[in-house]
């Protein structure tokens, strides 16, 4: 008699990490094509709907500079949870900590720096925007570290405060009165913008990224806090025991990757809108979240991932604009990438034997 055994792998093949995005990815396009064709009805839709999703973001004539615009506050999130994924804490709030960067730049710029023109206004407002952002992710942490309460509740609930929260203020108190009764702010006076990189459309906010990913790695690895992140999320118990502070590691690093979706949301408001709206992130914290883990929790990779998923939204509106495809397919891309990564990662971390009774 022989049955099925499903055995954890002794030693995983360091390439395994790439295979494993490499078939969610290639599955995932695969089971967004047969969506595209089931929701057109023409199998020459989905070759045309994938040439210009392919194609349009990363041609520098069409959309490539969209692309990076969007892959800005992508590497952000993404890396902010790069930090507390790799101790085993699942932040799910980068959305709701990139809201109220948003909102504290915002105030900034409209009402505390109004009339403060100087050259120090825009560090100013991006300091701002970040400590916001920390600051909504410290209140997790704390709960986390002294009470235990669970990350991916409390996170997931303060998303909804802070998006919430804004929308109060965008209807109310800061609606703009010459807005033509649009749920926005007034626009930010211009020494409060981001500054451009000539005609390109980029800002100088993906010099920030790019500093920000570079900050990261040295943290991760090159420091000694980076270490202890990666043994509290080894194991947490052994941490405690070698003298490891795990509760003020758990808030620091909840913090931090809160500061880094704030700052995402404040170089969104200075270099993109201009102004607090209505639906102005398409979802970028929740993005960050498969961004982090298609990444390995890699920072560099991060950079190439986010550059990726940046051209897949600005595809995405393409083909809303040509082929009447809705925008929500890539909510449908994006959930279908998650579930295969998460699928990959089981039948590449375990492995399945048959063996005698």
Same mark, same amino acid.
């Given at each position: 008699?022989? /049955?099925?055994?499903?055995?954890?792998?002794?030693?995983?093949?360091?390439? &395994?990490?790439?295979?494993? !995005?490499?078939?969610?990815?290639?599955?995932?396009?695969?089971?967004?094509?047969?969506?595209?064709?089931?929701?057109?009805?023409?199998?020459?839709?989905?070759?045309?709907?994938?040439?210009?999703?392919?194609?349009?973001?990363f041609i520098p004539e069409c959309g490539?500079?969209? =692309?990076?615009?969007?892959?800005i506050p992508l590497m952000l999130t993404?890396?902010?949870?790069?930090?507390?994924?790799?101790?085993?804490?699942?932040?799910?709030?980068?959305?709701?900590?990139?809201?109220?960067?948003? @909102?504290?730049?915002?105030?900034? %710029?409209?009402?505390?720096?109004?009339?403060?023109?100087?050259?120090?206004?825009?560090?100013?407002?991006?300091?701002?925007?970040?400590?916001?952002?920390?600051?909504? *992710?410290?209140?997790?942490?704390?709960?986390?570290?002294?009470?235990?309460?669970?990350?991916?509740?409390?996170?997931? @609930?303060?998303?909804?405060?802070?998006?919430?929260?804004?929308?109060?203020?965008?209807?109310?108190?800061?609606?703009?009165?010459?807005?033509?009764?649009?749920?926005?702010?007034?626009?930010?006076?211009?020494?409060?913008?981001?500054?451009?990189?000539?005609?390109?459309?980029?800002?100088?906010?993906?010099?920030?990224?790019?500093? @920000?990913?570079?900050?990261?790695?040295?943290?991760?690895?090159?420091? /000694?806090?980076?270490?202890?992140?990666?043994?509290?999320?080894?194991?947490?118990? %052994?941490?405690?025991?070698?003298?490891?502070? =795990?509760k003020k590691n758990i808030i620091f %690093?909840? @913090?931090?990757?809160?500061?880094?979706?704030?700052?995402?949301?404040?170089?969104?408001?200075?270099?993109? +809108?201009?102004?607090?709206?209505?639906? &102005?992130?398409?979802?970028? *914290?929740?993005?960050?979240?498969?961004?982090?883990?298609?990444?390995?929790?890699?920072?560099?990779? =991060?950079?190439?991932?986010? &550059?990726?998923?940046?051209?897949?939204?600005?595809?995405?509106?393409?083909? +809303?604009?040509?082929? /009447?495809?809705?925008? !929500?397919?890539?909510?449908?891309?994006?959930?279908?990438?998650?579930? !295969?990564?998460? %699928?990959?990662?089981?039948?590449?971390?375990?492995?399945?034997?048959?063996?005698?009774?």
């Amino acid at each position: 008699m022989y /049955r099925v055994k499903v055995e954890k792998r002794l030693e995983i093949p360091r390439y &395994f990490s790439v295979l494993i !995005s490499l078939f969610s990815i290639t599955i995932s396009l695969i089971l967004m094509g047969i969506t595209i064709w089931a929701t057109t009805g023409k199998f020459s839709n989905t070759l045309e709907a994938y040439k210009e999703m392919f194609s349009w973001p990363f041609i520098p004539e069409c959309g490539l500079s969209d =692309t990076i615009q969007k892959m800005i506050p992508l590497m952000l999130t993404g890396l902010g949870l790069t930090i507390v994924f790799r101790m085993r804490i699942w932040n799910i709030g980068a959305e709701g900590q990139l809201y109220l960067g948003a @909102m504290a730049t915002t105030w900034g %710029a409209l009402f505390l720096l109004k009339d403060f023109q100087n050259p120090l206004v825009v560090p100013i407002l991006l300091i701002l925007g970040t400590l916001a952002g920390a600051f909504w *992710g410290a209140i997790p942490g704390v709960l986390k570290a002294f009470l235990n309460l669970d990350e991916i509740v409390a996170t997931l @609930m303060l998303n909804y405060i802070a998006y919430y929260w804004v929308n109060y203020l965008i209807y109310g108190p800061w609606k703009d009165p010459h807005g033509y009764n649009f749920p926005l702010t007034a626009i930010f006076p211009e020494h409060t913008w981001l500054p451009s990189i000539g005609d390109t459309g980029i800002h100088l906010g993906i010099f920030i990224a790019f500093g @920000m990913a570079v900050i990261v790695y040295i943290l991760m690895n090159k420091t /000694r806090w980076g270490f202890d992140l990666k043994v509290i999320g080894d194991n947490e118990k %052994a941490a405690k025991y070698a003298g490891i502070n =795990t509760k003020k590691n758990i808030i620091f %690093a909840m @913090m931090l990757s809160g500061a880094l979706a704030g700052l995402a949301g404040a170089i969104q408001m200075l270099g993109v +809108q201009h102004r607090l709206q209505h639906g &102005f992130s398409p979802g970028y *914290g929740y993005t960050g979240i498969i961004i982090a883990w298609l990444s390995r929790l890699n920072p560099w990779a =991060t950079i190439l991932v986010s &550059f990726l998923f940046g051209g897949l939204i600005v595809g995405s509106e393409q083909l +809303q604009i040509i082929m /009447r495809i809705p925008i !929500s397919l890539i909510n449908v891309l994006q959930g279908i990438i998650l579930l !295969s990564l998460l %699928a990959s990662e089981t039948i590449f971390r375990y492995r399945i034997r048959i063996v005698k009774r």
